[in-house]
């Protein structure tokens, strides 16, 4: 009660109950040069966004991370496919569903062609059905064979751009919330290097399976109808600077909160969502850009400086 009548020690106990701590984390680019006074503590107001989970506290600082990590990225050489357990065709033999004759057709049909997988010559040439060779390929695989499905029907993370789910012909078939899990349908082979990139990138676990070529072909065919405005396609491309330039426009007109990035195949996708406030409930509104890289893509080149400092170019936004 003493204290409290001395104005003098109001501060002090003020600041004892509400130590001023920033209400955001700290920046996580080393060279951050913002100033830190308690003053702009005090009046500060939030405009930071994450970047692959690291909170970076001002446009500037998220520019140059992006650039960095884009970089990186377009760096990369893609994934080398493991070789399968067993060849499709020694497998079925084994199977009892074909004989050593009919692949060897099978092969010679596909030598000939120079296009298209062993399983689509087995069912050409008339030696096994489609359903056969899907269980055949669950089985090299060693995941589930997925029913027929609605891909507009699952309520997943996020939407994956259809460039990407049509390079790999997959489908997302199954997401289960209470284990954050998405599962993926595959009509061909299984790219454990996509799903552990879109893992990253939807921030959720990944679990493969196989379905029926002709059917993922057909649901791509029809999304192909639809209007997908979030997605946003450059290139081919290799320029980074170029790409730099694109991705700071972007993230300046639409201030993401948060940004995710990764390399799948030959594509670098950003994933910017955006915080927005619609009738007392929070809700995020995603844009996904989505660079095709071109099949001679370079090494990557040194430092960038970030956009505002470049010579000003056309707004590609």
């Given at each position: 009660m003493n204290d409290f009548l001395k104005p003098s020690t109001w501060p002090a106990n003020w600041l004892k109950r509400h130590p001023l701590e920033s209400s955001e984390p700290p920046c996580a680019l080393v060279s951050c040069s913002r100033p830190r006074s308690l003053?702009?503590?005090?009046?500060h107001r939030p405009e930071g966004a994450f970047l692959q989970g690291l909170f970076y506290c001002q446009p500037q600082c998220l520019e140059t991370a992006l650039i960095g990590q884009l970089s990186r990225l377009r760096g990369m050489a893609p994934s080398a496919q493991p070789p399968n357990r067993i060849p499709l065709g020694l497998l079925m033999v084994?199977?009892?569903q074909l004989t050593y004759q009919e692949v060897r057709a099978a092969l010679e049909a596909q030598r000939r062609a120079r296009h298209g997988k062993i399983g689509e010559w087995i069912e050409k040439l008339g030696f096994a059905s489609e359903q056969e060779v899907t269980t055949a390929l669950a089985l090299q695989w060693g995941c589930p064979v997925a029913s027929s499905f609605d891909p507009s029907t699952i309520h997943s993370p996020g939407r994956i751009p259809l460039s990407i789910l049509d390079a790999f012909q997959m489908l997302p078939f199954n997401y289960v919330a209470s284990t954050n899990t998405l599962c993926l349908a595959f009509g061909e082979r299984v790219d454990h290097a996509a799903?552990?990139?879109?893992?990253?990138?939807?921030d959720c676990r990944t679990q493969p399976c196989v379905a029926e070529r002709k059917s993922i072909a057909r649901q791509l065919e029809s999304m192909r109808q639809l209007s997908r405005p979030s997605d946003v396609e450059f290139g081919p491309m290799n320029d980074l600077a170029e790409m730099a330039r694109i991705a700071s426009s972007y993230t300046a007109r639409l201030t993401p909160q948060q940004v995710r990035l990764g390399r799948i195949g030959r594509f670098i996708w950003l994933r910017?969502?955006?915080g927005t406030k619609l009738r007392s409930q929070r809700r995020s509104i995603t844009t996904n850009l989505v660079f095709r890289l071109s099949a001679d893509s370079p090494h990557p080149l040194p430092f960038i400086r970030p956009a505002r400092q470049l010579e000003s170019t056309p707004s590609h936004v």
């Amino acid at each position: 009660m003493n204290d409290f009548l001395k104005p003098s020690t109001w501060p002090a106990n003020w600041l004892k109950r509400h130590p001023l701590e920033s209400s955001e984390p700290p920046c996580a680019l080393v060279s951050c040069s913002r100033p830190r006074s308690l003053w702009q503590r005090l009046r500060h107001r939030p405009e930071g966004a994450f970047l692959q989970g690291l909170f970076y506290c001002q446009p500037q600082c998220l520019e140059t991370a992006l650039i960095g990590q884009l970089s990186r990225l377009r760096g990369m050489a893609p994934s080398a496919q493991p070789p399968n357990r067993i060849p499709l065709g020694l497998l079925m033999v084994a199977r009892g569903q074909l004989t050593y004759q009919e692949v060897r057709a099978a092969l010679e049909a596909q030598r000939r062609a120079r296009h298209g997988k062993i399983g689509e010559w087995i069912e050409k040439l008339g030696f096994a059905s489609e359903q056969e060779v899907t269980t055949a390929l669950a089985l090299q695989w060693g995941c589930p064979v997925a029913s027929s499905f609605d891909p507009s029907t699952i309520h997943s993370p996020g939407r994956i751009p259809l460039s990407i789910l049509d390079a790999f012909q997959m489908l997302p078939f199954n997401y289960v919330a209470s284990t954050n899990t998405l599962c993926l349908a595959f009509g061909e082979r299984v790219d454990h290097a996509a799903l552990y990139a879109i893992e990253k990138i939807l921030d959720c676990r990944t679990q493969p399976c196989v379905a029926e070529r002709k059917s993922i072909a057909r649901q791509l065919e029809s999304m192909r109808q639809l209007s997908r405005p979030s997605d946003v396609e450059f290139g081919p491309m290799n320029d980074l600077a170029e790409m730099a330039r694109i991705a700071s426009s972007y993230t300046a007109r639409l201030t993401p909160q948060q940004v995710r990035l990764g390399r799948i195949g030959r594509f670098i996708w950003l994933r910017l969502e955006v915080g927005t406030k619609l009738r007392s409930q929070r809700r995020s509104i995603t844009t996904n850009l989505v660079f095709r890289l071109s099949a001679d893509s370079p090494h990557p080149l040194p430092f960038i400086r970030p956009a505002r400092q470049l010579e000003s170019t056309p707004s590609h936004v």
